[in-house]
């Protein structure tokens, strides 16, 4: 398969743990922050100026809750509980695309069941190590 073309479905993302898509997403999303560093001295004329700073970079997905789940929301509450370092990937899997790997830990389990909808269950997670971009082979 080459890699996809015009406008990417949001659908085709997916949050990976290891190898395992967690199943019956809903949403999705990372982000990069970049926070620069401030500079100014003698000779800048008094100009503050930017200089690079440091990286951070989260993830979160709302997911449909099923017990029966092939990777969800037992296995997510088990690794915020004990505080497990996570691999994760945010990827369409498709060849020719990028996909952004790292790992996290989950600061965010949240778990939530109203009358006559479905049950969701959301998650967050921050970096624990630095966030890489490769393209899928």
Known sequence: MA??????????FGLYIGVSKIANA????????????????KDTGGWEL?????????VSQDTEFAFD???GA????????????????FSTENIGDFRLTGDIYLTDFSLSADAEA????????????????????
């Open 26 to 41: 809903k949403t999705g999303s990372i982000s990069v922050t970049h926070s620069p560093r401030s500079s100014v001295n």
């Open 50 to 58: 930017a200089r690079p700073g440091s990286l951070k970079w989260t």
């Open 74 to 89: 037992e296995d997510l509450i088990e690794a915020i509980l004990a505080c497990t370092k996570l691999t994760v990937k």
């Open 3 to 12: 890699q996809t073309a015009g406008i990417v479905n949001g659908t085709d």
């Open 118 to 137: 479905d049950t969701t269950f959301s998650i967050s997670g921050t970096a624990a190590s630095a966030l890489t971009k490769e393209i899928i082979a």
């Open 69 to 71: 789940a092939a990777y």
